[in-house]
Each structure stands twice: as C-alpha cells, then as structure tokens.
C-alpha cells in the first residue's frame, strides 16, 4: 500500500479544497444562521461545482462521472467534508450509486440526469418504527394486476424535499427461514408528484443546519413493475451491492471535519496568551492537541486502509465498520477538545466549531449506528469461534 499521493490524486485535493474554501466557506454562516439553503444559492454554485468537474465525480467515467477509484473518491469527500453539510451536499451532489443497478431506461430516466445535475436523488428505508432494525419495517408492497401498491410510511428521509424522485425500500413478502419469518424487500423509484405519495417536512435537527429530512406517505400508490430497481424481493441485495461504501464516505467527511477542527485549534493555542505566555506552552493544552492528532491519524488510517482494500476486492464488512466507527467517534472528540482549548470563543458562532460540534452527533447515528458498526466488528471476531 503506497502511503503518498499521486500527481492526479494531488490535483484533485486542491481543486476540490480550493473549492471549497472560496465557493462554500463564505456562505456557511448564512446557512447556519438561517437555518435554510436558499434555492438560488444551491443552483448557483451547483453551476459552478459542475463547472469545475466536481460535480457527481463519484460515478464512472462510463457514465459521465470522473471515475475515481475509491481511495481518491475519499480524498475528494474528505475535502468536502470540511463544510457545512448542507453546502457540500446541495450543491456538489454525488449520485447514489445505486442508480448504476438500474436497467438502461432508468438509467435515462434518473442516473443521466442526476449525473448532469439536472435531477437528485433520496433514499428511503427507515420508518418510524424500523430504523437499525430496517428488516421490521411495516410499509409494503403488494401486487395487483401486474402493479405494485405502497402502502406505509418512512421518516427521517434526508433531501426528500428537494429530490425529484424516491428510492424506496418496502416489504413485499414473507419467507420461512430457519430463525422465523423473514420479510423481503423490494426497491423501487417513485417520482415526486406522483400520486398516493405525499412527502412533508420532517423533524428540526440540530445536526447538520440547511440539510432537510422528511417525512413520505404512502396511501395505495400504485407504481409500474418497471419501476422496481433490481429484481423483486431483492431489494436489500442491490442495497448491499451498491450501498456498501457509504459508510467510508460518512467517515471520510468526518475527517475533513475533524481536520479544520484541529487546525483551528493549533493556531488559537499557539496564539492565545493566558499567564504570560501561549496556552499551547500549557501541558493540559499541547497534550490535548497531541491526542487529537493521533486519533484523527488513526481514522484517516482506518479509512483510506478499508478505501484501497474496496479497490483491491478485499474490503470487508468490518473494515469499513471500523473506519465508520473511529472517524465518527474521533470526529465527536476532536470537535469537543477544539471547543474546549478555545475556551468561550469555541462555542460562539463567530467559528465553525461549535457548528463541528453539533454536526458530528448525526454522524454516530445515521448510516448504522456505532452500536451496529460494533455488532458488525464483534460480529466477525465471534462467528469463526462458534458464538
Ligand atoms: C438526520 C438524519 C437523516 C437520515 N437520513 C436518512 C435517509 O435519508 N434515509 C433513510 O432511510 N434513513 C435515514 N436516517 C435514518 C438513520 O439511518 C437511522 O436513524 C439509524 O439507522 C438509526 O435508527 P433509529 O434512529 O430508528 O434508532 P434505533 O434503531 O431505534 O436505535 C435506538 C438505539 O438502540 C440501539 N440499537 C438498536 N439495535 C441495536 C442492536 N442490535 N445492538 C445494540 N444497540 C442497538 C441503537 O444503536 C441506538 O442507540 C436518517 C437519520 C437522521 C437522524
């Protein structure tokens, strides 16, 4: 495993930092001040993330995307991370690759034009009731007359107000297995407008400002067999073929984060004078710095480690748990210390760790908690001993 940068990765971590610093950082107060991401805003700089080929640069050059491999994906998500979420997400929009499990006219239909930036995508599988445990969920889906009727509803749906159309997750049968009854699920994509389902505004957060959840309705919504992605009943194995990574792109923000995090208190401890001298000279202070430094070491480590195993073949599933956990985990303490060593200052809105701080909590939570990333380690450390 070769530790440095290539020529092309380099090129990528600039453009995408300078990016960033110039075309998102002077719009993050707005956003979190207000709480809201102005449309015009996010079309405006969505021209120009696509104007300098940022983007949808997850998807493969086949497509139209740039055809990253995985380690340099995380480079560029990494730099993204470092804004507000709303900002990075809005307006520098990665298509869910799930759209290449797609059959060519959905493909048309929906990756092209999210890939052009001309449509966006959410995905929907927690409900209220079935959230780590998505296999409970009560929303289904049951045939009739060749067609498919929704019926339930989800909740915690991020950008489902803003997206053109749903990726649903619905039960749409049962099967016996040796440890009970087992539902099947199948996906499907559902247009906005279309009838029988009814999204709303969902919960205020306090993670993560300007970035919606919704809540999606379904009463008798009939949809096409040709709307179903993959195949019947198979729902969670397209989940499982195209969703795997999104776990490293949750911990590779995470880094980003954390890194403007620490820099900004390196430079307040090396400027702060209290008792006559930099608080940085304080013990209680520079060892702090010293920690989060090599927590923060160790989730990029982490990260890009399970980046380069998803690009060789050899990821597992508890690879990327681990990276999951640690970034998200070390993300929540590196914040928390910036805060700390800033003093009052940390918690005033003047600099974004308070906004860091806040942001970090959704990150244990969304996409598996860390309770199911450590059910996923422990896990694979069990099962070859029989327990
Ligand atoms: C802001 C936000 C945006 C989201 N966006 C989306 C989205 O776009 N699409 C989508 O489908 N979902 C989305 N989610 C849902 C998210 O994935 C779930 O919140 C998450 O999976 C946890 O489910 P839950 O909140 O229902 O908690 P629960 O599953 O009810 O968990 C409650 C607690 O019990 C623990 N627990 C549960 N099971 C176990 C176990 N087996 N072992 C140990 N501990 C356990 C959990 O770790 C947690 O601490 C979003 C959530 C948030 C907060």
Not at 222 to 246: C, M, Q, S, Y
């Amino acid at each position: 495993m070769d530790f440095g940068l290539s020529e092309e990765q380099r090129l990528i971590v600039e453009t995408t930092r300078a990016f960033v610093e110039n075309e998102l950082y002077p719009h993050e107060a707005e956003v979190e001040r207000t709480g809201v991401l102005r449309k015009e805003l996010a079309d405006e700089l969505k021209q120009k993330a696509i104007a300098s080929g940022l983007y949808a640069a997850n998807m493969p050059e086949s497509v139209g995307g740039a055809g990253l491999d995985t380690v340099t994906w995380l480079l560029y998500e990494k730099e993204l991370g470092r804004a507000n979420y709303a900002l990075h997400w809005s307006c520098v929009g990665r298509p869910s690759n799930i759209l290449l499990a797609g059959t060519d006219a959905q493909k048309e239909k929906y990756l092209y034009p999210c890939i052009r930036g001309e449509k966006s995508d959410c995905l929907a599988m927690t409900e209220p009731g079935a959230g780590s445990d998505l296999r409970g969920m009560k929303a289904t889906a049951v045939e009739k007359g060749g067609d498919w009727v929704i019926n339930g509803t989800k909740h915690f749906i991020s950008h489902a107000l803003e997206a053109d159309f749903v990726i649903l997750f619905v039960a749409s049968g049962e099967e016996d297995t040796p440890r009970g009854k087992k539902k099947k699920i199948t996906a499907f994509f559902v247009d906005k407008g279309h009838p029988g389902m009814t999204i709303r505004e969902g919960y205020r957060n306090v993670s993560h400002r300007g970035y919606t959840n919704a809540i999606i309705e379904f009463d008798d919504c009939r949809l096409p067999a040709d709307a179903i992605l993959g195949e019947v009943h198979k729902g969670f194995e397209v989940a499982n073929t195209w969703l795997g990574a999104t776990r490293l792109q949750v911990a590779a923000t995470c880094l980003g984060r954390a890194e403007r995090a620490l820099g900004h208190a390196i430079e307040y401890a090396a400027q702060r004078q209290q008792f006559g001298q930099q608080i940085g000279k304080f013990q209680g202070v520079s060892f702090k710095l010293a920690d989060m430094a090599t927590e923060l070491k160790a989730a990029d480590l982490l990260t890009f480690e399970a980046g380069w195993k998803f690009d060789q073949g050899t990821v597992t599933d508890q690879d990327m748990a681990m990276a999951k956990l640690k970034a998200t985990e070390m993300l929540a303490f590196v914040a928390d210390e910036a805060i700390q060593i800033h003093g009052g200052m940390g918690l005033m809105d003047d600099l974004p760790l308070e906004r860091i701080w806040r942001d970090a909590r959704v990150e244990r939570i969304w996409e598996g908690t860390s309770e199911i990333q450590r059910h996923i380690i422990s896990r694979a450390l069990l099962r070859p001993h029989g327990a």
